[in-house]
C-alpha cells in the first residue's frame, strides 16, 4: 500500500474553484482505480488543529494499492489537470504505513501495520472526530501544544487539515525519527496532560493515530520545500 497527501494553494481569485472541487472530485475518486481510500480536505492557516481555515489551500489524502496505480493518477487524472491548471503550487509525499490504530469513518484505511523495527525520518498522522460536547476543551489546549510541537527536537513540518470545520481535524507532521516523535507525545509534560484529557473527558468520537515511512516528496508548501535537504529520498 502507497499512501499519498497533496496539498495544494489556489488565487484568490479561484477559491470558488476549490470549493466546486470539494464537490466534483468526489466521482473520479470514487471510480479511479486503484484508490482503496480518499479523503478531500481542507486546511488550517498553522501546521496543527486549527479553528481559521485557509480558504486557498486545499488537500487530498488517498491510499493506493501500488505506486504504479498512484502515478497513473498523478499523470493522468481529471483532478490532477484540473490541480495543474487552476493552482499556484502544489506539495505531494508518498509513505508506507508503519504502525496504525483506530478509524476513520469506521474503517482502517491503512489496514493494521506494526513495524516496530523501522528507523529514519516518520510521518504521522492524528486525526479525530470531536463530541460537540468537548469542543471548548479541546480547543482550549490546541494552541499550546502546536506551539509544543513546532518547537520540539526533531520536528521538521506539519500541516493541519480536515473534513469539516471544528469537530472533524487531523494533523500530518513529518520527524526526523520516531524517538523524536515520542518524546513530544510522552515526555512533554503539556501534550502528555492533553493526552491524558482526551481520555478521562472522554474528548473524541472515533480518531486514527498512524505513522509512516515517507519513501517520496515534491514540490513546495507554502512557498517552500518543507523537506530540502532534510530527508533524502525520492523527489520529481
Known amino acids: 500500500m502507497i499512501v499519498s497527501l497533496t496539498i495544494v494553494r489556489y488565487r484568490k481569485a479561484f477559491v470558488p474553484f476549490a470549493l466546486l472541487a470539494m464537490a466534483m472530485h468526489r466521482l473520479p475518486l470514487a471510480l479511479q482505480k486503484g484508490c482503496t481510500f ?58 508506507e504505513p508503519l504502525q496504525a490504530h483506530g478509524l476513520w469513518d469506521g474503517k482502517e484505511p491503512f489496514g493494521k501495520p506494526d513495524k516496530q523495527a523501522y528507523t529514519g525520518p516518520v510521518a504521522v498522522l492524528t486525526r479525530a472526530t470531536i463530541h460537540l460536547n468537548s469542543l ?57 496532560e492533553v493526552i491524558k484529557k482526551t481520555r478521562s473527558e472522554n474528548w473524541y468520537s472515533e480518531e486514527l493515530f498512524a505513522r509512516f515511512k515517507p519513501i517520496a516528496a515534491w514540490g513546495t508548501l507554502n512557498g517552500a520545500d518543507p523537506l530540502k535537504g532534510l530527508i533524502k529520498f525520492e523527489t520529481q
Open 38 to 95: 480518499w479523503k478531500l480536505l481542507g486546511c488550517g492557516r498553522r501546521g496543527s488543529f486549527d479553528l481559521t481555515p485557509d480558504w486557498q489551500q486545499w488537500g487530498l489524502l488517498a491510499c493506493w494499492d501500488t505506486r504504479e496505480d498512484f502515478d497513473h493518477f498523478y499523470k493522468t487524472s481529471f483532478i490532477a489537470g484540473w490541480w495543474k491548471k487552476l493552482t499556484t503550487e502544489s506539495w505531494t509525499i508518498l509513505a
Open 136 to 192: 471548548k476543551n479541546f480547543w482550549s489546549h490546541v494552541d499550546e501544544a502546536a506551539t509544543n510541537m513546532a518547537s520540539s527536537h526533531g520536528f521538521i513540518t506539519s500541516v493541519g487539515i480536515g473534513e469539516a470545520p471544528v469537530y472533524r481535524q487531523a494533523t500530518f507532521s513529518v520527524w526526523e525519527s520516531v524517538d523524536d516523535v515520542k518524546a513530544f507525545a510522552y515526555r512533554s509534560r503539556e501534550h502528555a
